[in-house]
């Protein structure tokens, strides 16, 4: 299962590259706040459709999850159209590569204080050369 993980993951960073393509060229035409909101307007139509056939039915209970877990859609806006604006700039490649060290470094603060109930790691050396060299291939490329 770890490895199907791996895949899915993989997987999911490749359609990422993908869509920021898309949307980078869809934002030029139409507008970058306009191509976010095509995107969330598309996904919920899309969304609704599986919830409606497929869905646990427990959307009813959003209310009683704590409700900092209810920013995802607040930061998911955040985060696309910071892509949609950034891809006509600098490029795919290079937003991806922005976008990976943004995640990295988040993730590694989140998991060394154990935020949001995520198992506590501390950051060591390991980690923040990786970081480190992401960077260094940010520099590189650009």
């Known amino acids: 299962m770890r490895y199907l993980a791996y895949i899915l993951a993989v997987l999911a960073g490749a359609a990422l590259s993908f ?5 980078g060229q869809l934002g030029e035409t139409i507008g970058e706040l306009e191509t976010s909101f095509y995107n969330f307007f598309m996904g919920s139509l899309i969304m609704g459709l599986l919830w409606l056939f497929f869905g646990k039915g427990r959307l009813s209970y959003a209310m009683e ?4 877990s ?17 891809v006509p700039y600098v490029g795919v490649g290079i937003t991806m590569v922005t976008v990976i060290i943004g995640q990295l470094i988040m993730s590694m603060v989140i998991e ?3 935020w949001l109930g995520i198992k506590q790691t501390r950051i060591n050396k390991e980690k923040v050369f990786a970081v480190i060299s992401m960077i260094i291939a940010l520099i590189l490329i650009n």
């Open 19 to 23: 869509e920021s393509a898309i949307y």
């Open 70 to 86: 209810l920013l995802g859609g607040v930061l998911g806006v955040v985060y696309l159209t910071a892509i949609v604006i950034s």
């Open 65 to 68: 999850a704590p409700k900092w």
């Open 112 to 114: 060394h204080f154990g």
